[in-house]
């Protein structure tokens, strides 16, 4: 009689099964049974899913969710009990907000203690990790949490799991079991995992989509308004073509993706404020916060949609954006809505037409403005996040990815590193820093043949657990260029600083609290976990070569560090202590 499986192999079967590639895992003491199935696994050659061990949990529910993010498809990421779970730490916060599908497994600590089952405690760590609620650790950031408490039905439940997972708004879930369930040998369930499909993407009501239709047409000065839209890549030329053919100009705020090519003449930039205030017709689709109220207001009498998988932001207790008419809906559907009823063949609108060469006016006065701020800085060979911004731009071709995490300067490299191509540009919606570290590597491994570029600051390379990535991206033969650019400390938090006690004593006295001194060598960080090329920029003639050998390094297979030196944003002196 055929040996029966064991509920780990079950687990890593029904993985394979729906399609999961990659296992970042970090593994330990609950793990033998998942270690002895993968073992197994490769003794009958069965390679998949491959195993991308991480030294760091932060590093491994990163790389998942850039993988998720650029393809969509959740991955696996397999922890250890408790203390794994907790390092995963701001990363499980950054999936839930970027709404990307991710399946987190966790052992539990064993549940007897005198040997009663295979699996049975055996060392003294087995109660220190005995948690009260270990679940509690994510369960306000997980779509869905559940504990194996038997193999007998582990592929419904994983499968269940991808469902919940993949089922729009997406997002992490959470599964554990015990080293006792993960041994038992159980027999094999016939489970069709076409039948666990994630939900049909949803249309808007029809009458709803007429009214819309009907208000862009007759309206004087509308707006779109997206964050990420483009997080499904074919939605980008359907928002050109809705554009185009009803003249309706976008802003992309907070971008999180490319949702609509930077150089098109509808493209109003980044920052709807000043546009919302004209506006007549807002149509907020695809974003968490259209406009910041402190910032700027629509205009009275103005109308707005927001269209959104969760227009009401269901799961941010604080949350509200007046307008007239909220849509549960997917972008991508409402796009199709919108071009199946105009006509195929349309003739020229005189309004479109003259709401298309008043946004190009308008958006063409924005880009000189840019224009002429990066190039004083260019004349006088000044290192400043638009300067870094524009030479990488001329060093890149129109397929080069690039990941913006340049936090308080991520609104000047998205204006002066331009990308045009759908999935050419990803953030991070969360707001734990160092996403960028793991989240390029998964990028990169799942455009393997496409350059791969992250941006970031000084203080989200600290957080981004850089002797884990480093080491990650060496092992597995992962090479993406890293940009630093160093300001010397967290400028995000000197600027709120700055908006509430402008010229108090804070800020007279230069003592903000936010200084890392530029004394780290991060080029050398990433050298020594990884063996990554690097070099530290600290004048603007050295710039260009540094980057082009950047680029070439990671062209040859090797990892690269960049670190550009930029005037610091505060030069305060330590506390004695």
């Known amino acids: 009689m055929a040996q029966l499986p064991s509920t780990a192999a079950l687990l890593l079967e029904t993985l394979r099964e729906a399609g999961v590639r990659y296992l970042f895992a ?5 793990h033998p049974a998942i270690i002895e199935a993968l073992a197994a696994d490769r003794e009958r050659g069965i390679e998949a899913p491959a195993v991308v061990i991480c030294p760091h949990e932060y590093t491994a529910l990163s790389a998942a969710h850039g993988y998720a993010a650029a393809t969509g498809e959740p991955q696996a990421v397999f922890i250890h009990t408790d203390v794994g779970t907790a390092n995963l730490g701001g990363a ?22 005198e040997g009663e089952l295979p699996g049975s405690r055996n060392t003294h ?4 990790q005995d948690a009260p609620d270990q679940h509690a650790l994510v369960r306000q950031y997980v779509k869905w949490n559940y504990d194996i408490r ?10 269940r799991a991808l469902q919940i997972a993949a089922s729009a708004p997406a997002g992490p879930v959470y599964l554990t079991g015990a080293r006792e369930v993960l041994a038992e040998e159980v027999p094999r369930p016939e489970v069709m995992p076409q ?10 009501p029809h009458d709803l989509v007429d009214e819309l239709i009907r208000d862009l047409q007759a309206s004087r000065t509308p707006v779109i308004v997206t964050t990420y839209l483009g997080r499904s890549q074919t939605s980008v030329a ?79 207790p604080l949350w509200y954006v007046p307008a007239d008419r909220f849509i549960r809906a997917d972008s991508g559907v409402v796009l199709d809505q919108i071009l199946a009823r105009l006509p195929s063949a349309p003739e ?3 309004r479109a037409r003259q709401r298309t060469e008043s946004a190009a006016v308008r958006g063409r006065e924005m880009r000189e403005r840019w224009h002429d701020a990066v190039h004083a800085d260019l004349a006088a060979g000044r290192l400043t996040p638009a300067s870094v911004s524009h030479v990488l731009a001329g060093l890149i071709d129109h397929n080069t990815i690039v990941l913006n995490e340049a936090i308080s300067e991520a609104p000047t490299v998205w204006k002066h590193l331009p990308r045009r191509e759908a999935g050419t540009v990803f953030g991070n919606r969360g707001t734990s820093l160092g996403w960028s570290g793991g989240g390029a590597l998964g990028v990169k491994l799942a455009n393997p043949d496409r350059t791969v570029v992250s941006i970031v600051g000084d203080g989200t390379f600290f957080f981004s657990v850089p002797s884990s990535t480093y080491w990650v991206a060496e092992r597995y033969g992962i090479p993406v260029l890293t940009v630093v650019l160093d300001n010397g400390g967290w400028n995000a938090t000197k600027r709120n600083l700055t908006r509430q006690h402008a010229g108090q004593s804070a800020d007279r006295n230069d003592r903000y609290w936010v200084n890392l001194q530029q004394s780290a060598d991060f080029p050398a960080i990433a050298a020594a976990a990884g063996n990554a090329w690097g070099e530290t920029v600290t004048e603007f003639h050295a710039l260009h070569d540094a980057l082009q050998t950047g680029l070439a390094k990671v062209a040859e297979g090797v990892p690269a560090v960049i670190s550009v030196r930029l005037e610091p944003i505060s030069r305060q002196q330590e506390d004695a202590l």
């Open 195 to 204: 039948q666990w499909t994630a939900i049909a993407p949803v249309p808007a």
């Open 150 to 159: 038997t193999g007998r039905n582990v592929p419904q439940l994983v499968h």
């Open 92 to 113: 499980v916060h950054n999936a839930a907000r970027a709404r990307v599908p991710v399946f987190i497994f966790a052992g539990l600590t064993p549940f007897t203690l």
């Open 348 to 350: 020229v609108d005189p």
């Open 125 to 128: 760590i087995n109660h220190l």
């Open 238 to 316: 359907k928002l050109v073509d809705v554009a185009e053919r009803l003249g309706v100009p976008v802003v992309e705020y907070n971008a999180e993706v490319l949702s609509f090519p930077y150089d098109h003449l509808l493209h109003l930039g980044d920052d709807p404020h000043p546009v919302i205030a004209d506006a007549d017709l807002i149509v907020a689709i695809d974003t968490d916060a259209p406009w910041l109220a402190g910032s700027g207001r629509p205009r009275a009498g103005s109308k707005v949609f927001v269209i959104n998988e969760d227009p009401l932001q269901q799961s941010i």
């Open 26 to 30: 970090n593994f330990g003491s609950d």
